[in-house]
């Protein structure tokens, strides 16, 4: 049974309409007139509604079960997708999924968190949340590219990395400095995209990018809106006022230069068309991609330098 959030119940409705109507229009012209006139009151609707959410719900909708995860992007996006797995040391993290692909006839290492949709998948997945050999596996593909003058492109969705005993004892925080320095000195363009949580160093390990986007109902924060209730306010009652004031939606997070573009989701959220929300994903990924490509090695790394180097920066 499809997972609905209580705010999303009359968009989601009608988009289940457009869907069963566009089933018939495609066996039936008949149906063509009205099914445009339904889409466009979705459309409208889901402006309306969606625009009046609290960060919030935007949290709640970037965790949403239904929500695309990175294999659902790479089938759409990608072709010719050989997965490499293991970090060589010590074992293969299923919370990362990463391999070589053909992007646009372009050759690419694509790299992402990857969560479960079952009980069991999440149990394999560890919920998306990755142990030091993820972190290693990653900085191993990263290497890769760089050796053989391939694009990199990643997807973000954790709630962050791991803290289990097993992960500390492996060296957690060790391995995600590593995944920042090598991703900050790697010759071969980086697009990043938070298709879903963006969660601490676990996120900002796959995130050292040319570019970062973000989906429109994505989040990305050095805590949880509930892990900041905790601390500050001992209670997670006060998670929504956390989310508030961390500022970690889209448009904050644009508005603050921490990331370069907002991907729009179809209506109803990414969740709602998984087709859809990938065509809207590659169309931005390759606008990026196209402006690094005839960048030289330094000037990538020049131009990643200098972006991070402006994130904090106040002018009085």
């Given amino acids: 049974m499809a997972h609905v959030l209580a705010f999303e119940r ?8 457009v869907r069963e109507l566009r089933e018939l229009a495609s066996a039936d012209d008949r149906f063509g007139g009205e099914l445009k006139r339904l889409e466009e009151k979705a459309a409208k609707l889901a402006r309306e509604v969606f625009s009046k959410l609290s960060p919030m719900q935007k949290v709640q909708l970037s965790r949403h079960p239904n929500r695309p ?14 997965e490499l797995h293991g970090d060589r040391r010590f074992a293969d993290d299923p919370a990362i999924v990463g391999g070589l692909a053909s992007y646009h006839g372009q050759s690419v290492v694509v790299v992402g968190h990857q969560k479960g949709r079952t009980t069991k998948e999440n149990l394999q997945r560890n919920f998306g949340m990755p142990n030091p050999e993820g972190y290693r596996k990653a900085v191993r593909l990263y290497e890769l590219a760089d050796r053989f003058g391939l694009p990199i492109i990643t997807f973000i969705d954790t709630m962050g990395a791991f803290p289990g005993i097993g992960a500390e ?5 060790e391995a995600i400095g590593v995944a920042l320095e090598v991703m900050s000195r790697v010759g071969v363009p980086i697009v990043t995209t938070i298709i879903g ?7 900002l390990a796959l995130g050292v990018a040319n570019r970062v986007l973000v989906l429109e109902f994505s989040y990305y924060s050095v805590i949880s809106p509930e892990g900041c209730a905790a601390i500050l306010w001992k209670s997670p009652d006060y998670a929504p006022e956390a989310a508030e004031r961390l500022k970690i939606t889209a448009p904050h997070l644009l508005e603050l230069g921490i990331v ?8 109803g959220g ?5 087709d859809d929300a990938a065509r809207r994903l ?16 330094d000037e990538l790394r020049e131009d990643r330098y200098r972006r991070f180097r402006r994130l904090g920066a106040f002018v009085a």
């Fill in 282 to 297: 590659d169309r931005a990924i390759w606008a990026e991609l196209r402006e690094l490509l005839p960048l030289s090695p």
């Fill in 260 to 267: 370069d573009r907002i991907v729009e989701e179809p209506p």
């Fill in 10 to 17: 009359p968009v989601v409705e009608l988009v289940t309409r």
């Fill in 69 to 82: 995860y990175t294999l659902n992007y790479i089938e759409r996006m990608f072709t010719d997708f050989i």
């Fill in 169 to 173: 004892e492996r060296g957690q925080s």
């Fill in 197 to 203: 949580e963006g969660g601490s160093g676990g996120a």
């Fill in 270 to 274: 990414a969740h709602q068309d998984h």
